[in-house]
């Protein structure tokens, strides 16, 4: 059974920092390409980061660029996404997606929310 378990999300004020984590099992984790999606109340679902099955590249939307950062662990299979001065404006539920081909799968998401 294939699995994705967001965590990490929550509430964090202008600013801060949080770190989510996307637990993975049921598939071979180190095959797939792995992302991070957002969707904010009232709009698409939209792409934050990608990260190659090795590690060895990723790429962020222009509005992430220089404050997330997404990794993985192979070993572990777990990506992360660390999320540095946050903005209101990524107020939003988190996914993780794990991609390999025309195969797809996402988490549950996980809820971030952004404010004073």
């Known amino acids: 059974q294939v699995q994705l378990i967001e965590s990490g999300g929550g509430l964090v004020q202008p600013g801060g920092s949080l770190k989510l984590s996307c637990a993975a099992s049921?598939?071979?984790?180190?095959?797939?390409?792995m992302s991070w999606y957002r969707q904010a109340p009232g709009k698409e679902r939209e792409l934050v980061a990608t990260?190659?099955?090795?590690?060895?590249?990723?790429n962020y939307a222009d509005a992430m660029k220089g404050r997330f950062t997404i990794s993985r662990d192979n070993a572990k299979n777990t990506v992360w996404l660390q999320m540095n001065n946050l903005k209101p404006e990524d107020t939003a539920i988190y996914y993780c997606?794990?991609?390999?081909?025309?195969?797809?799968?996402w988490g549950q998401g996980t809820q971030v929310t952004v404010s004073s």
């Open positions: 997606n794990a991609r390999q081909f025309v195969q797809m799968y």
């Open positions: 990260i190659t099955t090795a590690g060895g590249s990723t």
């Open positions: 049921g598939f071979t984790f180190s095959s797939y390409t």
